[in-house]
């Protein structure tokens, strides 16, 4: 297991974009596993945002996003990117990577370690 860092959070306004990234702390190269990227608002439990297969080409997002994020990934470079676009207060939340995730149950499943998140605010 490889674990991940997120990074590129900050505070926006409504309707302004950020793009996420999730690296290895180690150096280490990700797994061949479907990744996908989870937030946690305050008060709420942790939810699934978006999920892409090592081959991008397959990716699923939640019905709160679908439209709005891009998840994408790099193998190459070893990288994978939340692009947020038309952010609103309720994306408020703390967002995590996550480098091993599956779909059971009708849902996305986390099965990697978690790094420490990355902070996104969206003011209204």
């Known amino acids: 297991q490889v674990k991940p860092v997120e990074s590129g959070g900050g505070l926006v306004q409504a309707g302004g974009s950020l793009r996420l990234s999730c690296a290895s702390s180690?150096?280490?190269?990700?797994?061949?596993?479907?990744m996908g990227w989870f937030r946690q608002a305050p008060g709420k439990e942790r939810e699934f945002v978006a999920a892409v297969a090592w081959r991008g080409g397959y990716t699923h997002y939640a019905d709160s996003v679908k439209g709005r994020f891009t998840i994408s990934r790099d193998n190459a470079k070893n990288i994978v990117f939340l692009q947020m676009n038309s952010l609103q207060p309720e994306d408020t939340a703390v967002y995590y990577c996550?480098?091993?995730?599956?779909?059971?149950?009708?849902?996305?499943?986390?099965?990697?370690?978690w790094g420490q998140g990355t902070q996104v605010t969206v003011s209204s």
């Open positions: 996550n480098s091993e995730v599956t779909y059971s149950g009708g849902t996305w499943r986390d099965f990697g370690p």
């Open positions: 180690s150096g280490s190269i990700f797994g061949s596993y479907a």
